[in-house]
């Protein structure tokens, strides 16, 4: 996920495809200030701001275009990736989970707090537990044991870890369950909150609630997870997105829904106020709904029904992707990368947004300052530009 703005120590950039060594690109992930995508066999690829290692490639300065992150092990390669704020982290094909970059308040995992540039295996939460999904805040990174429990290490404050606690772990800690025998089956990680799936069919949330982002209808933090209120009667959730500081979930209605904070109209709903607990969404046109979307810091994105790509919120450089800097609180389509292309897949960063077209090919558009687009140029974009890939 997202975190505050990082300085870029330099900048190197060389020759370009379209694509990864390893043919398709088959995910896109963003974090404040770089981005990382996985290609076709499993290779990982990071551009961007590289100050604290997180493009995993063994040094630190910025990339104007993406850079291989080096193998974890001899024949390792990634089955997913998760990118912080100034962290990324990744599953193994070996069964373990990796992450590099920023080691502050032991968002690695790996029980140090030194930033690593190349990727560091992350302690086992318990014997024999693997895990099974990950995700990445801006200070701490979460994720899925395949003991049925969830997991969060990194910074602690404002209760984001969800162990009762308000203290920094480097070393996976256990989520105090919600209720007795409820188990998280979806979890993502934001700025400084987290947010669930539980076994129950109901949403929760923990860490920061300061603008409604927890969705329980108030303004506090909590160290355990609580749960989100029900937009509607017997509405829950099937996805849960965690951002800066706001919240978004598809829903069994079909619906959208956003909740925390919305003063520059990030939470799509035609208003500029905040919010503690799930509004819908506006629907990008008549009969649309959302199958995918995605809250950064100031602005959301989604992908609807019809095969388009949407965003609304704040504008100022051009994260829309709509080929203009006016802000929206509703959503207005992505201009399409190139004839015939859709988005299969669509994240927000800070000040930024990149997607998945369904030509396996990744784009990005928005701000440009520490060469978070990964088109080999320095220039910010308004609407999607190609990520330029090392030639084989």
């Known amino acids: 996920m997202v975190g505050t703005l990082a300085m870029l120590a330099a900048v190197t950039a060389g020759p370009a495809a379209a694509r990864p060594a390893g043919g398709s690109v088959t995910q896109v992930a963003v974090g404040d200030s770089h981005a990382c995508a996985r290609a076709g066999d499993g290779r990982a690829y990071c551009w961007g701001a590289g100050g604290s290692g997180q493009l995993g490639n063994g040094d630190t300065p910025s990339h104007s275009s993406p850079v291989a992150v080096a193998a974890p092990a001899a024949g390792v390669t990634f089955t997913r990736l998760a990118t912080g704020g100034f962290h990324t982290c990744g599953l193994g094909s070996d069964a ?49 044991g395949s003991d049925a429990k969830a997991y969060c290490w990194g910074s602690g404050s404002n209760g984001a870890l969800g162990n009762g606690g308000l203290g920094d772990r480097s070393t996976p800690v256990a989520v105090t369950a919600p209720a007795a025998g409820v188990t998280f089956t979806q979890i993502s990680a934001g700025f400084s909150n987290t947010c669930g799936l539980g076994s129950d069919a ?10 409604g982002e927890l969705g329980n209808g108030e303004t506090r933090d909590q160290s355990s997870p609580v749960a989100v209120t029900a937009p509607g009667a017997g509405v829950t959730f099937s996805r849960l997105t965690a951002g800066f500081s706001n919240t978004c979930g598809l829903a069994g209605d079909a619906k959208a829904y956003c909740w925390g904070a919305g ?51 704040h504008n100022s450089d051009g994260q829309l992707g709509n080929g203009d800097t006016t802000g929206r609180s509703t959503p207005v389509a992505v201009t399409a990368p190139a004839a015939g292309v859709s988005f299969t897949q669509i994240t927000a960063g800070r000040g930024y947004t990149c997607g ?11 701000i440009n300052d520490d060469h978070q687009l990964g088109h080999g140029d320095i220039k910010g974009h308004v609407s999607p530009v190609a990520v330029l890939f090392p030639k084989p």
Do not use: M
């Open 96 to 144: 373990k989970a990796y992450c590099w970059g920023a080691g502050y308040s032991g968002r690695l995992g790996n029980g140090e707090t030194t930033d690593r540039s190349t990727p560091v295996a992350v302690a086992a939460p318990a014997a024999g537990v693997a895990f099974t999904q990950l995700t990445a805040g801006s200070a701490h990174t979460c994720g899925l």
């Open 202 to 211: 109901k949403a929760y949330c923990w860490g920061s609630g300061l603008s």
């Open 263 to 313: 003063g520059l109209g990030q939470l799509g709903n035609g208003e500029t106020g905040d919010r503690s607990s799930p509004v819908a969404v506006a629907a990008p046109a008549a009969g649309v709904t959302f199958t995918q979307i995605s809250p950064g810091i100031r602005h959301t994105c989604g992908l609807g029904s019809d095969a388009k790509a949407y965003c609304w919120g």
């Open 356 to 366: 998945l077209g369904s030509d396996a090919k990744a784009y990005c558009w928005g």
